[in-house]
């Protein structure tokens, strides 16, 4: 699956197992192999849900929130592979959509 060059200043998000974190693009190579990522501001919402009693966060950011809680942290570095995808390491890296969402139930699967 092909995917456009990312842009700078574009919404991520981190798929890491149930969980996803949101992440803006803040650098990319000139043949768009490399992208470099800053993890944004987590926002505090309501529980979206519960599991076993446990709760399940969830939120999407806006345009306006991801200019608005761009933060200067630790850059994480994603490489294009071979089926079109991103991954940093081997999390998947999602362009497009900059989401939040914190499964704590799946701790208890473990």
Known sequence: MKQDIPRLGQAATLVHSHNR???????????????????????????????????????????NDLLASWLDRTTLTATLHKDGSYRAGKIEVQIGQAEYCRDFSDRRRN
């Not at 974190?21 to 043949?31: A, E, I, M, T």
């Not at 987590?42 to 979206?48: F, G, I």
């Open 21 to 63: 974190y949101p992440y803006v693009v803040v650098h990319v190579s000139p043949n768009g192999h490399r992208i470099e990522l800053n993890p944004l501001a987590t926002e505090w919402v309501e529980p979206a849900a519960f599991c076993d009693g446990l709760p399940v966060f969830s939120y999407i950011y806006s345009r």
